[in-house]
């Protein structure tokens, strides 16, 4: 194997970015997510120092797109046809100088959306990368990288019998080893409650820097996801990388509880997203968003953190890193 994806933090020659398009998915959140979105890609193009290519999903979601944002320098609307803005796991994942793209299920099968299948081709296309068609499943944020071939996962996700019926740790390993240069994996167990994905490593536990994992610590009483949290920084506190290293685990706060319809939403300050001068934190709370904010900043010393409203954009069940997928230089 010649290549690895690059870790995040390595430098980015776009950042792809979902717009939120189709009225009938997103109702009455459907302008409040834009906007959430449209301050998303502001930040980018500014402080964080991306090329942002916006990627629309209709020809209503081009023209708000367009009112929102056509002005604004560092930013390109592409338009595309998909689903839903799930970019992280729809579309391809770039390694190598190609676009590395894998079959897609609406998520084992919850929310089939016409075109979701066809979104690895389309940026693949735009941005005049080679697409590898790899015949298995996976979304991208389900896995997690730092550049050296070490791979975050969680069991509950990749070895859903919903995404590779008979898949073991042994043959996802080899399966991702010959597509994405993984040379270790780290398996956590479960992810988020009430996360439709089933248990997305990006909401969980991310690398920050060589050897180092942030995972979330609960925040208040009755934090759903507590257990989980626990059990991933007991897990990673026994783990090497790829090169043999003891990993470093930093505990970062979680939102706690976030009320949806149907029990507490799937936030997290995890699904921060690393751009090429900036770390970009979704909010869903003032004081724990606060604190994530703080520490993030010790983590990227760097960058500019800046925390961002991503309540409308969770109520699809993502947020920022989700709706993105980085493009390396």
């Not at 970015?17 to 500014?46: M, N, T, Y």
């Not at 991310?206 to 009755?222: D, L």
Request: overall charge negative.
């Amino acid at each position: 194997m010649t290549f690895t994806v690059p870790a995040e933090w390595a430098p980015h020659r776009a950042m792809w970015l979902g717009f939120p398009s189709h009225a009938e998915l997103w109702e009455d959140d459907l302008e409040p997510a834009q906007a959430e979105v449209a301050a998303l890609a502001r930040a980018l193009a500014g402080p964080g120092g991306e090329r942002v290519r916006l990627m629309t999903g209709s020809d209503a979601g081009e023209a708000a797109a367009r009112a929102s944002l056509s002005d604004v320098a560092g930013i390109e609307i592409t338009p595309g046809r998909f689903g839903d803005i799930w970019l992280r796991d729809t579309g391809p994942i770039f390694s190598g100088g190609k676009a590395h793209g894998f079959r897609f299920n609406g998520w084992g099968g919850k929310y089939a959306l016409e075109h979701d299948d066809t979104v690895a081709a389309q940026i693949a296309t735009a941005a005049g990368a080679e697409l590898v068609a790899n015949d298995f499943i996976l979304e991208g944020g389900a896995v997690d990288h730092d550049g050296i071939g070490t791979v975050l996962t969680t069991g509950q996700c990749v070895l859903n019998t919903n995404r590779n019926p008979g898949w073991t740790a042994e043959v996802a390993e080899a399966a991702l080893g010959g597509s994405l240069g993984a040379r270790k994996m780290l398996w956590l167990g479960e992810g988020l409650r009430n996360d439709h994905t089933d248990g997305h490593v990006d909401n969980l536990a991310r690398f920050v820097a060589p050897a180092t994992v942030a995972i979330p610590v609960a925040w208040g009483r009755g934090d759903p996801n507590a257990e989980a949290y626990d059990d991933a920084a007991r897990r990673l506190s026994t783990m090497t990388d790829a090169d043999g290293r003891a990993l470093k685990v930093v505990r970062i706060p979680s939102p706690g509880w976030i009320d949806g319809e149907d029990g507490p939403l799937p936030a997290s300050h995890m699904n921060f997203l690393i751009a090429n001068k900036a770390v970009i934190v979704p909010i869903y709370a003032a004081k724990p968003g606060e604190f994530a904010v703080e520490m993030l900043k010790q983590l990227f010393p760097d960058r500019t953190v800046i925390g961002l409203p991503s309540t409308a954009i969770l109520t699809g069940g993502g947020s920022f890193h989700c709706i993105t997928q980085q493009e390396p230089a």
